[in-house]
């Protein structure tokens, strides 16, 4: 049993800031976790990446939201910074952690339940 804890979502003015966390627990080890990412999607829409980080602390964010967003991980704890808010940032924020393939598993990927994140202008 493996468990996403989101946490952070809300409403927010435009150009304010939300901090998101996600918590993995259960049956993972984080050395097993090649990356750790946050995804959102709005009703009708594709859900799309929007930051994620590697073991290594590589990071890779959408175009629309670098110079902005900020993602950080401690252990199996993910955290993104979200500071000049736009009311396009609007969505459902998803955590996602991909595993690798070890001699015990194989590689998948884990989702949160996802958190809102509204942006009012």
């Known amino acids: 049993q493996v468990q996403l804890m989101e946490s952070g979502g809300g409403l927010v003015q435009a150009g304010g800031s939300l901090t998101l966390s996600c918590l993995a627990s259960?049956?993972?080890?984080?050395?097993?976790?090649?990356?750790m990412g946050w995804y959102r999607q709005v009703p009708g829409n594709q859900r799309e990446m929007v930051a994620r980080?590697?073991?290594?602390?590589f990071t890779d964010y959408a175009d629309v939201v670098k110079g902005r967003f900020t993602i950080s991980r401690d252990n199996a704890k993910v955290s993104l910074e979200m500071n000049n808010l736009r009311p396009e940032d609007t969505a459902k924020y998803y955590c996602?952690?991909?595993?690798?393939?070890?001699?015990?598993?194989?590689?998948?990927?884990?989702w949160g339940q996802g958190t809102q994140v509204t942006v009012s202008s």
């Open positions: 259960g049956r993972i080890v984080s050395s097993d976790i090649n990356f």
């Open positions: 980080i590697s073991r290594g602390g």
């Open positions: 996602k952690i991909e595993t690798k393939t070890t001699p015990f598993q194989i590689a998948r990927d884990y």
